[in-house]
């Protein structure tokens, strides 16, 4: 009884303080702080994963019991991968109405792209361009989550990165820290919508504080050597746009940054994010990276780690136990304060009042909404499309694609065109194995053409999953025969080749960019036998194609396109939808070109001849990449022309507008992501060659002409400069529109005091 009094005291107070406003929300949370014990305030900062069956018998072993007594005594803030509604009421019961206060549970999940219903991986629908696409994805991901119990997600993920061999670049947004921070913003939207309260958002979580992705040698895990103003000129803008975009949460990182793990670094969580940025969730660590501190060298045991990470600023310790189990005792000894541990209770119990768990702890548990929600073909629509948008055409040799509709012979070669798992992708939430729409069945929809399928070799042998390696095929060529018999007898070859979908992914890092086993071999031998080829590339990371760039006419870029991949890459190949993805990562020539990225600096000595030995420069490859980041081709063509801007000179109060013509001169209706670049000639600190600062997508039908214009001012020019703050520096400008950041027509201007 005296439970339920309780409950129905705080659920009063909550509704006054919803009229009232935050103040209020910030008296509700004081009030609660006021009756906590010390070790119920280290209890919420604890978060564990899904220990045993909620549903099932009481746990048995003693790990699992030691948990639950913790969970029944108010010693658990939040708990990872219990998904469902079942299983999120039974757990969420145990901590309402079993424990002293009645505290709600936050309910987190790695809702990366999509939950049942997937998405593209991240890296790909960033290559849409299409930031409302975009922010519908992440609200479908929501609303399935939602609907099974969850109200928390592990994403985005905001790192940017410059290193394909670096596996989780699948599940960011590219290289650039321009359209990063745009994607951040509308990714955080899709998620958390305008009402964190409302029963289909969840909690956003932007990771990993900081760096993450300039992992040295792109080796999951390893360190991050990065200066300070590539710190925050590079790495640092999708994380304050994430900020300023309201998420709810971060999440740190595994690596170091200036030697101090970013789980110990106050630098980072109290002086930046927290201190300057002004951050008002809270941080949650990676899986066990507090305890991490401990083979990084910079813990000397559990207790000291837990000591370092509380006095920096991370919040929720993720799975390593210390913060339950030691943080009591570090407060008796003086080595952490409770001010400390109160800022950290008061943020986490702020995201439980936003999302309305204190009004209504069941309010993410309705069964009839999870049966009609999760995997609706609302959803599964909607992830078609942002599939379709996603694909990028790289090559396109005497316009062999779109295909013809009747009266072809095609074959479809590849294991890959066959599987309808591998296209999930890797953090693929609660999505169903082999549930994706395989490239066999979309081309197999269309009834106009004869299709011959064969595998032609194995890629891969057996079951995939998250916590094993992927079994390549290096020996095995006994299926060559019947692809090349296929191959023959056809019109067309579409190949599909590519990664399987884990090998990209978290712990995923590569050495070697090449199509993985026989796959290239086999491409070689199809070529001798039939030239008319459309390499479909399927995969989670930018791919060493030098040899299909210069011999394959037709190249589409699919990425792990999610549930309905078959279908989006169908239509795009027959032309029922005109591709319009443009990259978001540099394609290197080879694996030795990487890091690679678009908006370098230059050097004393830029290349200018290959022949040239005093120059930076290769001696045996090309310094360009074969594709360029913004890349990507249409079935249509684009001219630019006539530009121009308003002004040659501007103060930091003007601005100026700087105007192109698109011009539709191809047979097809089409899309062009038409995008700005602008470069510092000179600085305080050495200046990019290009950066993007805008970009537009325009839709034009044959013959068609578009003025588009793009306004330059102050804040376009800003960057982290020698005196430490983000500011313009008076001098000239280069500003560039274009396709691609290979663009070279330009306008100078002139920024002055």
Known sequence: M????????????????????????????????????????????????????????????????????????????????????????????????????????????????????????????????????????????????????????????????????????????????????????????????????????????????????????????????????????????????????GVSTFMNSFNTVDEIPATGSSFLQRDILKGEWGFNGFVVSDWGSIGEMIPHGYAKNGAHAAEIAANAGSDMDMESSLYVNKLNELVKNGKVEISVIDDAVKRILGVKYDLGLFEDPYKYCNEERERTVVGSKENQDAVLDIAKKSIVLLKNQNQLLPLKKKNQTIALIGQLANDKNSSIGNWRGRGISNSAVSVLEGLNSYKGNKLIYSKGVDVYYGDTNFFTRVDINYNDRSEFNRAKSAAKSSDVVVMVLGEEGYQTGEGRSRTNLLLPGLQQELLEEIYKINKNIVLVLVNGRPLNISWADENIPAIVEAWHLGSQAGNAIAQVLYGDYNPSGKLTMTFPRNVGQVPIYYNYKNTGRPSKSQKAVTTSAYSDVENSPIYPFGYGLSYTSFVYSDLTISSETINSKESIIASITLTNSGEYKGKEVVQLYIRDLFGSLSRPLKELKGFEMVELEPGESKKVSFTIDNSLLKYYTVNKRWESEPGDFYVYIGGDSDVEMFKKFELID
């Open 2 to 245: 005296k439970k339920y009094i309780y409950t129905i005291l705080a659920l009063l107070f909550i509704v006054s303080c919803r009229e009232s406003g935050d103040s209020e929300k910030e008296k509700f949370i004081e009030n609660l702080i006021s009756q906590m014990t010390l070790a119920e305030k280290a209890g919420q900062m604890n978060q564990y994963n899904g220990f045993w069956d909620a549903t099932g018998p009481l746990p048995e072993g003693e790990w699992q019991k030691n948990r639950y007594r913790h969970l029944k005594n108010g010693l658990v803030g939040s708990m990872l991968n219990v998904t469902g509604v079942d299983k999120v009421r039974a757990l969420q019961k145990i901590a309402v109405e079993e424990t002293r206060l009645g505290i709600p549970l936050i309910f987190a999940f790695d809702v990366i792209h999509g939950y049942q219903t997937i998405s593209p991986i991240p890296l790909a629908e960033s290559a849409s361009w299409d930031l409302e696409a975009i922010e519908k994805s992440a609200r479908v991901a929501a609303t399935e989550a939602s609907a099974a119990g969850l109200n928390w997600t592990f994403a985005p993920m905001v790192d940017i990165s410059r290193d394909a061999r670096w596996g989780r670049v699948m599940e960011g947004a590219g290289e650039d820290p321009f359209l990063g921070s745009l994607i951040a913003k509308a990714r955080i939207k899709g998620f958390q919508g305008d009402d964190l309260s409302a029963v289909n958002t969840i909690a956003a979580c932007a990771k990993h504080f900081a760096s993450y992705g300039f992992a040295e040698a792109g080796r999951d895990y390893n360190t991050a050597d990065t200066n300070e103003y590539t710190l925050f000129n590079t790495i640092m803008p999708p994380f304050k746009a994430s900020v300023d975009a």
